[in-house]
């Protein structure tokens, strides 16, 4: 599992009419655990940034869509 993706489980009352979720996800964004921005930090090539989204690795998120 990604490092990126949290999980907890929701709170169910006792008087809830609703079907329980087992498990509830979340994505935190990596830009979350860097600071300022450190000097000489790796970069993608211009065509890998180009798929990436972004120019540094280490801002990289991957996008899972949910399968329904």
């Given at each position: ?22 498990c ?34 280490a ?10």
């Amino acid at each position: 599992m990604n490092s990126q993706i949290r999980s907890y489980v929701p709170f169910r009352g006792p008087f809830d009419p609703c079907p329980p979720l087992p498990c509830k996800t979340y994505v935190i964004p990596p830009n979350q655990y860097l600071g300022f921005q450190p000097p000489d930090l790796p970069q993608f090539s211009l065509p890998e940034a180009l798929r990436a989204g972004t120019l540094w690795p280490a801002l990289f998120s991957p996008y899972e869509p949910k399968k329904c």
